[in-house]
């Protein structure tokens, strides 16, 4: 005997298979922050060098936010009716950020994270023409704030390294 689901359809104003595929385009932009997230936290108890309070407190500053964005997007994900991945596994077949090996010097570090705030600027970007054409204004607003946050900071992080 087959079971009926008890659940309601998701009736939002997006189709389903659009829904689907903001979904998983979501699921890269959070693995893609996961990522980030924890380089950044392991570069905050890892940096050392003369710059190490400098560098320490912004680490700590960037990681702060970003944990605070996983929340957002992973909620992003359920209300479009999709479950959010939420282990290492998942997150390392859907990143696009390359994980780093031991533990570099201080302005290695700086450069990682230069790129890594930009690979999830990428990921976020490529979302906006699905998200667009699905009329899905919450999914680009969000969108909107990642890719201001993660630009910014990708500016202040080269910032440091010029001479």
């Known amino acids: 005997m087959a079971t009926k689901s008890l659940a309601q359809k998701i009736d939002i104003g997006i189709n389903e298979k659009d829904r689907k595929a903001i979904a998983k385009g979501l699921a890269g932009l959070l693995a ?6 924890l380089m950044t ?15 320490h407190t912004m680490f ?3 990681y702060t936010e970003q944990w ?20 290492y596994k998942e997150f390392s077949k859907l990143t696009s950020i390359q994980e780093v090996s031991g ?3 201080a302005m290695d570090m700086v450069r990682h994270l230069v790129k890594a705030q930009e690979a999830t600027a990428k990921t976020a970007r490529k979302l906006f023409p699905l998200v667009e054409k699905a009329n899905d204004q919450p999914t680009a607003d969000l969108l909107t704030q990642r890719l201001d946050i ?14």
Do not use: C
């Not at 964005?69 to 939420?86: F, Q, S, T, V």
């Open 150 to 163: 993660h630009e910014k900071t990708a500016w202040m992080l080269r910032s440091i390294l010029e001479e």
């Open 41 to 55: 936290h392991n570069f905050h108890w890892n940096v050392t060098g003369p710059m190490f309070n400098t560098l």
């Open 103 to 105: 533990t570099p010097k």
């Open 68 to 87: 605070a964005a996983l929340d957002l997007i992973a909620e992003r994900i359920r209300a479009l009716g999709e479950p959010a991945p939420g282990t």
């Open 60 to 62: 700590m500053a960037q």
């Open 32 to 37: 893609d922050s996961y990522s980030l997230y």
